[in-house]
């Protein structure tokens, strides 16, 4: 079956400008989470869902970001007033559950904002 | 000091070497995860483990709890096992995972 997808793969941005990134889970898995990528760091966690319910936003890094799974199957990530700070990859992933399954990563969305 | 820390940042090996990367953590974990990253390329997972050892193909990989330590094997090595390894530990409470730095390893024909 398919994977993670996320889309767009790559996406430049003006600064100042609001951007929408999506994700597509792996039908039937109920966890989503949203990482951030930045170059050459480890990804970070930004938030959590478990179906629509968003369990954790703590790695959100600020009011500017928010993310939503209203129907609890595909996510979208928004930042808005992009700043060259948040230029890095946004990488989806998806497991089973919460409980002890592995995450299945998507290809990640490159966001460059100049 | 960061809670996953992962040693060598960067390694280089000939193919055919036996490769050990090591992984500890401060924090209290459900699970340890050990995943690749190729160049440009998503994140796959290799490992998922809360004990002992487990075996892929050349791959093996271990954990300690009470050392509160992993390491991830590669057995004869390849150029094409070159990538980014990366652990990551699974808190427990909402899954979430906290990754280390990564390993970057190239191997060379």
């Known amino acids: 079956g398919a994977g993670v997808s996320q889309s767009p793969r790559y996406k430049v941005a003006k600064r100042g400008q609001d951007v929408a990134l999506r994700c597509d889970p792996i039908s039937g898995h109920v966890s989503l989470f949203w990482y951030q990528q930045a170059l050459g760091q480890g990804p970070e966690f930004l938030t959590y869902?478990?179906?629509?319910?968003?369990?954790?936003k703590s790695g959100l890094p600020s009011d500017r970001f928010f993310a939503e799974r209203p129907e609890g199957s595909v996510s979208t990530l928004k930042i808005q007033r992009t700043q060259q700070e948040d230029s890095a990859v946004y990488l989806c992933?998806?497991?089973?559950?919460?409980?002890?399954?592995?995450?299945?990563f998507g290809p990640g969305t490159r966001l460059t904002v100049t | 000091k960061n809670e996953v820390e992962q040693s060598p940042q960067n390694l280089t090996a000939q193919e055919g070497e036996f490769i050990t990367i090591n992984c500890s953590y401060s924090v209290g974990i459900s699970a340890l995860h050990w995943l690749q990253q190729h160049p440009g390329g998503g994140i796959v997972s290799l490992f998922m483990?809360?004990?002992g050892k487990k075996k892929h193909g050349r791959l093996i990989a271990t954990i300690n709890i009470q050392e509160k330590h992993s390491s991830l094997h590669i057995t004869a090595s390849h150029p094409r096992d070159s990538a980014v390894y990366i652990c990551a530990a699974d808190g427990g409470a909402t899954n979430k995972l906290i990754f280390g730095t990564g390993t970057l390893l190239a191997v060379q024909p």
């Open positions: 869902f478990q179906n629509e319910a968003q369990l954790d």
């Open positions: 483990l809360s004990s």
């Open positions: 992933a998806s497991s089973f559950s919460g409980g002890l399954y592995e995450q299945y």
